[in-house]
C-alpha cells in the first residue's frame, strides 16, 4: 500500500467517514502490498547494521559508479569487492574518495577515516597464493571495524610455521583461515583457538584440488567443531561476518 | 501488529488522538509485523487456489490424521501423498471419508464427489515400472478437476506404440510424461503436441541410469522447446501443475 | 509412401485393377514409408502451433539468413534467439525486416506489427546478471502473444522488494523467475502465486554455485508444488512454454 | 621432553654443571619432544574453553561410558550427540547424572543445573523435517550457556509464516538455520537480521536434493553476505559456534 | 488409421464416390494414425530380427509368467533376464519349457533345441566377481546363435594368463570382455583382436570403482578403438549384440 | 631374448652342445623376454588386420608427417583424424598423397584408389551441429570399405523426418547415431533397425547436457537393448567398429 | 607354444630335421602363445616376491579355504583380508594353521612363526573410527617382515597430540596414515617425517565426508610431496607397498 | 619462546633466583611457544632430507629468483617445476647456476655435477602426450640421486612393447607410470614388477577422460596391490617419492 493510499484511508477514519472496524479490514485485506513506501536502502542498513557492498565483477565501470555513489551518500561508506583499477580510476574521476587495497581487488569510498579498530580478528593463509583471497577478507573485516592480525603462508606442511604464532591467534575473537589444495589448515586452527574459525577455500591447487571443492568438502568435514565455512574465494563474506563477531565482542567498555 | 493494535491505533486516529501523519510513521516502522493477523492457512488456499497437500513420507500415522483432519475440515479436501495402506486405515478409523489409490499410493480425503472433469491432460510413462509415478501425478490432476487419458508403456524402443496414439493426444491441454532409464520420451512427445510438456524422471533403470539423474538431465536438455520439468519422482507436482494449466483452458464457457 | 505412388495405388482401385483388400494389404505393409510426403517444416507449424526457433550459438551467419527467411516465408514470422549484431546486420542487409532485442540477443524477423497482446505473464529476476535470460524469455512469452510484466532485481536477501510487487504477480496466468546463486526466488514467488511458475537456473555465480546447476538442483527441490523448470540459461524455453500457458487462458472471450 | 629429564636438565643448570649455553642448545635440539608432558584432555579445555564432546555414532555403549565419565570428571559435564535411548540407560546405569533430550538425540551430563542462559540464539527450521537437526543445535548452543529461541516450519512456500517472527528474530545474536530440499530460508534470514547466521543443510528431500547436497551448494552461493554454512546434518557445530558467537556478547555487564 | 476406416474408404474409391485426389488428401491429412493396425509385438521381431526379451528384476512372479508366455507363442521362444529361481519354479508350474542358468540368472523358454550354433563370440572376465555379468552376456549370446567362448579370471595383474588364449582369441567374431574396478581389460585384449570388442563394465570394487563408473569411464577412454560399451552390469545387451554381430558372419555358406 | 641369443642357443642344440631338455628349461625360464624381436608395428596390422591410426590433435605438423609418411610405407594407407588444413598442407609439402575431408577434419593418405565399397552403413545426425562427429565416422567407415548412407538432422523432437528414411536405415548392416543433448535418436533408432547401432554422444548442448554426458549416460541407459556406445566425440571409434561388423557381412561371396 | 610341440621343434633341431633358421622363424611367428607352459600362481611368486592375497568380500566360506590351502602349500603362507570370524572358524577345520587380527578382519596362514622383523613402518590414524584399516595395513606390513609401530588417534583437532610422537615417527622407513573425514593428516605427517608417506583415505565421515572421497582429494592434493595415496579403505595395499619399501632398507646388513 | 627469554630463565635457574620446580611449571605452561627459534628453512631441510622446491606456476619471475636464490644458499641445489623458458632466462640473468629441463618443464638451480646415480627408478608413459608429466617425474628422482631408466610410449593396446622390457622394469628398486585416458598401464606393470609403482595420472584424453580423473580412479581401483598414486599431472610427487624409496635401497655398501 503506498503511502498516499495508506494517508487517504488514515484521513477517513479521522474524518469518521469509515469505520475504525471497516478500515482494520481494509487493512486486513493485503497483507503484502503494505510494504510498499519501505525506503528500500536505507531501511536495510538499519535492518542489517551494515549497507549493501558493490559486487564489482560483471559489472560496467559505470554501474559501479552509480551504484557507489548512491551507497555512499546513504551510508556515508561504500565497499566494492572483485574490482580492478581502470574502474577505480573512473570512482576518483567521478569525484568519490576512493582507497584501493590492490591485492585484495577493494575499493573502500569514505571521506572519513575509519574509526579505532576494536578487537582483533586472525587472518591466516595456508601458502602465498591464498593471499589475494585473505586480502579481501581482511579489508571487510577492517571495514566493519576490526583490527586485523595477518598471518600468512603457515601451511600444514610445515606446522611448526603456525605454532610460533599461537600466542597471537588465541588473543583473537574469530580467526579467518583461507587455503586451497587439501584444505587442512582450519582444522588444525580450529584445534588451538577458543573462537569461532571462518574457513575460506580457495581455488587454489590442480587435478583433484577441483577448483576449490576439495578444500571446501574438508572444511565442512572438518574434526574441530568450532570451524564455519564459505563459499569458494568468498573472502568477502567471511571477513563481513568476522566484524559482525567481533563486534558482539567490541561492545565491551 | 496484532489487530488489537491496529484497532486501539485507528481508534486513536478517530480520536484525533494521534495525527493522521503520526500513525502513517507508526505503520511505516514496522514493515514486517503487520502480518501477524494472517489467518494463516486459510489464507494460502484463498492465496493460490489449491489447499495444501500432505506429503505422507516419513510422517507418522497420529500425524497424517491430524493434518488431514484440519485440511479437510477447513478446504472440504485433502490430499495426501507417499502414503501406505496402514496409514489410511487410521485415517479411515478416525472417520475420515477417504479414496485410496494404492498404485499411486495417494489417499483423497473428501465427502463429496468431484466435480465433473473439465480439459484433457494426457498421462504418458515410456516403461510399465514408470507407472507408479504416472499415476501420482494422474490423481493430483484430477484431484485439480482434469480428465485424465492415460497412455501407458510407449516408450521409444517402438516408437509406432506411441504413434498409434497421436489423436488422443494432440486434444490435451497439457501432456505428462513420465520416463526412466534415458528419459527419451517427452522430447518425442514434445515434438508432436500443441501443448505444454511435463517431463517426470523416474528413478527407473540401473548404472548410470543413476537412479533418474541421467533422465532428469535428458529431459532438461531436450530440442523440444516446449517441455518442462519436475524432481525426479515427482508425479504430484506435476499433476498440480497441469491441473493449474488445464484450468486456465477450462474457463471458457 | 511418395504420393505419386500412392496416387497410382489408388488408381488402380478406381480402376478395380487391384482388390481393396488388395490394397490395404499393400498399404499394411509398409507401417512408416508412408510419412514421406509430409511436408515437413509446414507442417511442423500447423502440428504445433509455433513455428521452429533459430538457435543462433555456433550457426554462421549465412546459415542464420538462409534458415530464418525460409521460416519467415512460410510462418510469417521468425524468431532467432542467441544472436549477436553482426548476424542481424546480416539479416537486414539480406531485405529481412528485423527487430533486435539487445539484452536478449534475440532478433524476431516479422513485416507486420505483432497483434495486441493478451493475457499477463509475469517475468522476474533475483539479481541484474539474471537480466539477458529474463529479456530472452520475454522476448519468447511475447512473440507468443503475450504481456509481459518485468519485475527485475527482487532477490531473497531484500524479500520486502518482492512483496511490493505482490498485486502485480498475482493478476499474471503464469510467472517466469530467473536466478542464479542459490536459486530460491522460485520457491518464494511459488508460494505466493496461485499459476504455474517456471523456473529458469542462470550460470550467474561462482564457486559451488557450479555454474547454474545448484540454482537448478535447488529449483527442482522446491517445498513449492507449483514450480517447473528448464535447462540453464534456458530463457527461450521459458518464454515459450509461458506463451503457451497464457494462450490457454487466452481464449476467452 | 618428559617433566623428568627436564627437571634433571633444570638440576644440572642450577648446580652449574651444565652451562647457559648448553642447556638452550639442549632444548633447541628438540622442537616438538617438549610437549610430552601435556596433559592431554585437561590442557583442551583450557586451550579452547569448551570441553570435548562425544560423537556416538557408531560407538559401543561400554566407549561411550567411559569417555563420557573421564570428561565429566574433568570437565564437570559431558556432550553426546547421536546418542539413542539404550546408550542413556547404560549411561544412567553406571551411576551418571543425565538429561536425555529425544528430539535431538543428545545427552548431558553434569550434577549441576546449567546457570541461568545468557543472549539469544535463534534456531529455525524450514519445514518438519528438519526439527531433529535443529534440535541438536539448540541443544548444543545451550549446553554453551545460550538462551535459544526456536522458530520451527517456516520454509519460503509460505514466507509470511516468518514474517511474523521478525522481532523475535531481531533480538538474537547469532541465527541457525536449519533446511533441506532448496536450502532457501538461510537467505531469506540473512536478509531480515543483523547477527551472523550459520545454515544448516540437512538430507532431508528426494532426487536431486542429493541428501543435502543441494541444500549446502544453495546455501554456500547464498546472496545473503552474513550466510555462515556447516556440514549436512550437523547441527553439533553449528549449536556450538552460535554459543561461542553468543559468548562474546554476553560478556556484557 | 483403423482398417475398417482404411476399408471403407478404399471401397468408396472403388465405387469412384470419392476422386483419387481426394483419396490421397484424405490419406495425407493424418500422418501418423494409419499406424494404428500394426501387429505391435509381431511387428517388432519382423522388425529387428529378435524377439522383446523380458528383463525380470522388480516384475511379480505372475507378470513374468503373463509376458514370457505371450513371447514365447509368438516368437516360439523367450528369454527372461535377472530373474531368480523361484520365478523360474513358477515359470515350470504355468507349464512352460524353462531352461534356468544359474550363475547368469537368465531363463530360456522353448521347446525345441536350439539350432547348432554358428561363429564363435569369446566372453572374457577380468576376476572371478565378474563372471555374473558375463554368463549373462553368454546366454543372450547362444540365444542369438553364436557358440561362446569363456575365459575368466584373466585380469591385467597377471597378464601372461590372458597372452596363453591368444589364439583362441583370435578366432572369434566378436569378443565381450566383463570386467570391474580398474576396468582396464577391454583395452588389452581390443589391441590383441581383430574383432570387435563390446566392453562391460561390472560394480566390482569399491571405493573410487565407484560401483563400475570407473570401469565405465575407463573403457569409454580407451586407447584401442575397436572397443565399444554399454551400461554397468549390462551383461544382456553386449551377449545381444555380439550375437547380431556373429550372425551377420554367419550367413557365409 | 634377442633373435642373436636365440639362434645361438638353437646352433648348440643343433651342434648337440646343449640337450634338449635343457633348451627347454632355458626358454622357460624368461616367459616374457622372448618378444623382443617382435616387428612392432607391421605385426599390428597383421594382429588386427587394420593399421594404426594417428590422432592428430597436439602433435606438430613434423610429427605428423613422419608417423603418416612411417604407416604409409607399411601399409600403403594412414588415416590422420582430428587434423587442420596446415597439417595437411605439410603433408602435401612432403610429398604424401593426400585426399582431405574438410567437415570430418581428417586426412587419408594413399596413391591408390580405395576398391569399390561393400556393404551399407547408415551414419544419422540429430542435428546439424553434430554432423562433423558423423563426418569423422563416416571417413572412418569408408576407409575400412563401407558404403556409407548419410541421414543428418533427424532429431526426435520431429520424428517424422526419421520415418521416412525407414527403408534406408533397414539396409544397414550396422548403424551409426551422433547426437548431443539428450542424445535420444539412438533409442528411437536401435527400436527401427536390426542391426546394431553404434551411439555417439557429442558436444553438442548447454546447461545440463554437460558437453555430452548427458547424451552419453542416456545412450547407455538406453531400453534399446541393441544399442553400444562410444566415448564422447569419438567418430573415429565408431566408424572402425561399423567398417569391422560391415566387413564380417563383406565376406559374402 | 605348449612344452611338448616346443620339445618336439627342439628334437627336430637336434636332429637337423629342420634348420635352425627355420626353428627362429617358427617361434618368432607366434609372439604371445609360447607362455602357455608357465605355471601360473608359482611364477607369480617368483616374479614379484610376494604371493597373492586373498581378497575375502564376497567369496565363500568354501572358496576361500580352497584358495587359501593352495596357496599356503605353495608359498608356505597364505593372507587374507576382509574376512569374518565364520571362514576364520571353517580354515581351521579344515585344518589349516590360522591366526586370526580381529579389528584387521585379516587372517593368516602359516605354520611356522615369521621371522623377527626388520624395520620400522609407522602406522597412524586420525580418530578412532579409522582404526580397522590402519590395522588390516599392519597386519599386512607385518606380514611383509616389517616392525609396526602403531600411533593412533592423533587428529589434527589436537595436533600437539602428534608433535609427542615425533621421535618415533622420525625412525621409521615409510609411515602409513589413516584418515576419513578432512583427511588432513597424511600432509601434516608429511611435512615431518623424512620418509615416504602413504595415505589411506576411509569411508568415516558424513555429509559432504561423500565416503572417503574428500580425504581421498585431499590427500592427493596434499601440499607435502612425499605423500603417496591408496583407494579408501585399502589398508592392505598400504601395508604391502609400505612392506615393499622397508625392504629396500631391510637388505642393510 | 623466544632463545633470549629461555636464556634469561636459565640464568635465573643458574643463580638460583628461581627453583628448578618454578622453572619447570614456566616451560610448561607455554606448549607451543617455544618452538619461535626454529631456523625454519633449514630445519625443514635436516628434518626431511630434501629441501624445498619451487612450484613455478603462478609465480612472478621475480618471486622465482628470489625464492631460488635463497634455497641454493641454504641448500647448495634448487629445483624449480612448472617453469617456462623466460623465468629461467631472469634466474640465469641473476647469475644462477641454472640446468633447463625443457620437456619436463623443470630447472635445476646448483653449482656442482650431481653425484654419481645410484640404484635404478623406471620411469613409463602409455603414450607420448604422457611423456611432459613422466619427464619431471624423471628430473625429480634423478635430482633425489636416482639413475632413471625412460620406457615410453609402451600402453597397453600393444602390450608387446611393454613385455620387450621386462628384464629392464625387473631390476628398478621403483616404477613410475604416467598414463591418461583409461589409465590402465600401472595395472600391468604392477603385475610385473617385483617393486612399488607409482602411478600418475595424467590429464590426456577427452570425454569422460575427465581431464585426468578416469585414469586417477581407474590407478586407484587398480588390482595390482603394489600401486601407489598421486594427484593428475603430478610428475614431481611421484619422481621425488621414487627417490626417498631408491634412496632406502641405495644405503647398502
Given at each position: 500500500?503506498?503511502?498516499?493510499?495508506?494517508?487517504?484511508?488514515?484521513?477517513?477514519?479521522?474524518?469518521?467517514?469509515?469505520?475504525?472496524?471497516?478500515?482494520?479490514?481494509?487493512?486486513?485485506?493485503?497483507?503484502?502490498?503494505?510494504?510498499?513506501?519501505?525506503?528500500?536502502?536505507?531501511?536495510?542498513?538499519?535492518?542489517?547494521?551494515?549497507?549493501?557492498?558493490?559486487?564489482?565483477?560483471?559489472?560496467?565501470?559505470?554501474?559501479?559508479?552509480?551504484?557507489?555513489?548512491?551507497?555512499?551518500?546513504?551510508?556515508?561508506?561504500?565497499?566494492?569487492?572483485?574490482?580492478?583499477?581502470?574502474?577505480?580510476?573512473?570512482?576518483?574521476?567521478?569525484?568519490?574518495?576512493?582507497?584501493?587495497?590492490?591485492?585484495?581487488?577493494?575499493?573502500?569510498?569514505?571521506?572519513?577515516?575509519?574509526?579505532?579498530?576494536?578487537?582483533?580478528?586472525?587472518?591466516l593463509?595456508a601458502?602465498?597464493?591464498?593471499?589475494?583471497?585473505?586480502?579481501?577478507?581482511?579489508?571487510?573485516?577492517?571495514?566493519?571495524?576490526?583490527?586485523?592480525?595477518?598471518?600468512?603462508?603457515v601451511g600444514v606442511a610445515?606446522i611448526?610455521r603456525l605454532l610460533?604464532?599461537y600466542?597471537?591467534l588465541?588473543?583473537?575473537?574469530?580467526a579467518?583461515v583461507?587455503a586451497?589444495?587439501e584444505g587442512a589448515l582450519p582444522s588444525v586452527v580450529g584445534g588451538l583457538v577458543?573462537?569461532?574459525v571462518?574457513a575460506?577455500?580457495?581455488?587454489?591447487?590442480?587435478?583433484?584440488?577441483?577448483?576449490?571443492?576439495?578444500?571446501?568438502?574438508?572444511?565442512?568435514?572438518t574434526c574441530s567443531?568450532?570451524v564455519?565455512?564459505?563459499?569458494?574465494?568468498?573472502?568477502?563474506?567471511?571477513?563481513?561476518?568476522?566484524?559482525?563477531?567481533?563486534?558482539?565482542?567490541?561492545?565491551?567498555?
Amino acid at each position: 500500500m503506498h503511502p498516499t493510499r495508506l494517508h487517504a484511508l488514515l484521513t477517513k477514519v479521522a474524518r469518521r467517514q469509515i469505520s475504525v472496524a471497516g478500515a482494520v479490514a481494509a487493512l486486513k485485506r493485503l497483507p503484502f502490498e503494505n510494504l510498499e513506501f519501505v525506503k528500500v536502502d536505507h531501511h536495510r542498513h538499519l535492518r542489517q547494521g551494515f549497507p549493501e557492498v558493490v559486487f564489482g565483477e560483471g559489472k560496467s565501470q559505470a554501474q559501479i559508479v552509480a551504484i557507489s555513489r548512491t551507497l555512499w551518500r546513504q551510508s556515508g561508506t561504500a565497499l566494492i569487492t572483485r574490482v580492478g583499477a581502470p574502474a577505480v580510476r573512473a570512482l576518483r574521476t567521478a569525484g568519490l574518495p576512493v582507497r584501493y587495497h590492490t591485492r585484495a581487488r577493494c575499493a573502500v569510498v569514505s571521506r572519513h577515516r575509519p574509526p579505532a579498530p576494536a578487537g582483533r580478528v586472525a587472518v591466516l593463509t595456508a601458502g602465498t597464493a591464498d593471499i589475494p583471497v585473505a586480502e579481501e577478507a581482511a579489508v571487510a573485516a577492517a571495514w566493519m571495524g576490526a583490527r586485523v592480525e595477518k598471518i600468512y603462508d603457515v601451511g600444514v606442511a610445515g606446522i611448526h610455521r603456525l605454532l610460533v604464532h599461537y600466542s597471537r591467534l588465541s588473543r583473537a575473537r574469530c580467526a579467518i583461515v583461507a587455503a586451497g589444495m587439501e584444505g587442512a589448515l582450519p582444522s588444525v586452527v580450529g584445534g588451538l583457538v577458543p573462537c569461532p574459525v571462518i574457513a575460506v577455500p580457495t581455488s587454489v591447487g590442480y587435478g583433484v584440488a577441483w577448483r576449490g571443492l576439495t578444500a571446501l568438502a574438508a572444511m565442512l568435514s572438518t574434526c574441530s567443531p568450532n570451524v564455519l565455512t564459505v563459499n569458494i574465494d568468498n573472502g568477502f563474506s567471511a571477513g563481513l561476518c568476522a566484524g559482525l563477531i567481533n563486534r558482539l565482542g567490541a561492545r565491551l567498555p
